[in-house]
């Protein structure tokens, strides 16, 4: 099986390739509101470059709205022209894809994402899983709950989520997982097409509404 992963939920964007079970390319670009024009240079050079495939994977958020829109309109786009499926990943998922075997087998996942509005959406993947067990919550950092047992803390604001767990006696992990990757991605993806994680479209995941302004 061969997938096409995109991303653009935060703050850059990346697109991987993968095949028989591995990540065989992988394209990134660091940067804010960069996706529009990115992302479609990136999936243009590893299609021409690994060929057809199966599937198209890309991250649905909680994330940025312009880099969200455009990951999964890119998405749709290249998976109607090839007529393949689109899969959709979550953030969350797709950070702790991201992070070693042993980590993920002994915590829980908290991956926090910052809204910029003075608060955090955070999904909780539980200990050994790669599914978002339920939508990601949006609180202040002060609300967020006691953990029944060990974190791992991932996500760009894994750092305030760390340091307030840990201020609290819990014992919590700060990674160094702070922002998706297509590759990563691209492994939750092969595991929902092969039936091993629940199915997911590519409805975008907003935590809140847009910030949009009426006119006048």
Known sequence: MRLLALDGALAGASA???SEGEVVARLAEAGDRLQPTILPVLAQRL???GGAVDAVAVVVGPGGFTGLRTAIALAEGIALGLSVPVVGVTTGEALAAALPDDVRAAREVWAAVDTK???MALERIGPGSLAASAPPVVLAERDLPRPAGPVAAAGDAAPLVAARLLARGADAMLTGAR???AGA???VAALRL????PPRDAAPLYAEPPAVRRPG
């Open 16 to 18: 991987a390739l993968w």
């Open 179 to 181: 922002l998706p990757d």
């Open 185 to 187: 991605a691209a492994l």
């Open 47 to 49: 299609l021409a470059e």
């Open 194 to 197: 092969s039936g091993r994680l």
């Open 117 to 119: 509005r003075g608060r």
